[in-house]
């Protein structure tokens, strides 16, 4: 069994790219300078970069919900989303991590049921990718990159390559499996509720 599934979307009709872009007020995402900073689990969001896409999320958010409306089709009605995706940048030429360990979603507190959705908004390929049970996927912007992130092994290594990868990724659940949750994500620090963690299209 495939370790994911790759979608595609019209980047010219929805450009994410070119929205992150303008919000990081950046000419090229693959340009991002390097970095010697490690990241951890507990500041693997906390960059320059994550702090002006938080802020300005409002200029992304209609293009990444109707990215979420185009991937799940007919059966939008029937899932939550991830109110607001998770940011990564995968710096060039560095040290840096985009992501602190190694994990499956589940052993952070994330629903079982739930399903991953990795967005790249550059080139991604060997050491700047993300990697899904210890391979690396190779993918383009425009490509979304489906999996079990719940219940996978994933995680990155050390880009050695001369190309930042950007990306964003969200989760969704059945609304027929969502359980309401206490418990906080890593990243934001918000309980798994509907209205918090989860939203509705």
Known sequence: MAAFTRLHYDVGKIPLGDLVRKVLAV???EGLAASDRVATRETDQSTDYHKRFYEAFDAVE?????LARTLLGADA???YIQRVPTFRVHLRNSLAVAVGDWHRDSDFGHDPNEVNYWVPLTRAYGNNTVWIDKEPVRAEYGDVIVFDGANTWHGNVVNDTDISRVSMDFRTIPRDKYRPNDKKSVSFGMPFLLGEYW???
């Open 199 to 201: 939203d509705v299209l």
């Open 27 to 29: 000419d090229d995402l």
């Open 77 to 79: 009605e029937h899932h």
């Open 62 to 66: 209609p293009a990444y919900r109707e």
